[in-house]
């Protein structure tokens, strides 16, 4: 019940500021649970994939946003997985709360980035991002591009500007048995898949292709 009304609750946000959603590649949306990897564009990206998917879902998200009103308790209830980032044990017990949350048949989605770019280029994926999928059986990855999300408010705009965002998902990747090195490999390899799915709308860049320090 949670989940249905976050979808309407996401649905009736953008209409409110009025967003369309394009979705490409819904074909490649498999049944089951799956973590999904997103680039990160807005603040409205959350109820944007929220509304589009219309499957349990629930996000890792920095736990600051869980003491919100309202937000925190609907994030509670959607088995969304607070993240703190303030010490490795924070984050590994962060990758156990997800893979469980995986496993009970709720969809996870992460923002690789680790923040959003706000009309600017994707940024590198955080070499630990996808760490919990290892600690998982058969649950697979599914790489989604987001395309103009960051339009809906743009960064220091206190407005909101009519939007169609265009999300192009791609075939789900099914990391079991990857050795050291394709573990280590695998979020360069997402984020190549998601950088293919950026559409240049001229309002911004579509690839950052310098690394991270």
């Known amino acids: 019940l949670a989940h249905e009304k976050a979808t309407r609750w996401a649905k009736w946000v953008l209409r409110r500021t009025g967003t369309t959603i394009e979705i490409r590649g819904i074909e ?4 089951g649970p799956v973590l999904i990897a997103s680039n990160h564009q807005g603040a409205f990206d959350i ?14 998200a920095k736990q ?28 590994i017990q962060t ?16 923002f690789p980035e680790g923040t959003r770019s ?11 991002s996808l760490r919990l999928i290892h600690q998982t059986e058969g649950i697979p990855i599914l790489p989604i591009t987001l395309n103009g999300s960051w339009q809906i408010k743009r960064p220091g705009s206190i407005a909101f500007h009519p939007t169609t965002v265009v999300i192009v998902i791609h075939p789900p990747i099914n990391a079991s048995g990857l050795d050291k ?8 390899r997402v984020r190549d898949i998601v950088a293919t799915g950026l559409i240049d709308t001229g309002d911004q860049p579509v690839l950052n292709t310098e690394a991270e320090g």
């Open 28 to 31: 490649h949306l498999p049944a």
């Open 118 to 128: 706000d009309g600017g280029p994707m940024a590198t994926f955080k070499k630990g």
């Open 47 to 60: 109820p944007v994939l929220t509304a589009a998917l219309e499957r349990p879902t629930c996000f890792i």
């Open 64 to 91: 600051e946003l869980f003491k919100i009103p309202l937000v925190g308790g609907w994030m509670q209830l959607t088995d969304c997985v607070p993240l703190d980032r303030s010490s490795a044990r924070g984050a």
């Open 181 to 188: 090195a394709g573990r280590n490999a695998l979020p360069e």
């Open 95 to 110: 990758f156990k709360q997800a893979a469980a949350t995986l496993e009970k048949g709720v969809s996870v989605i992460i």
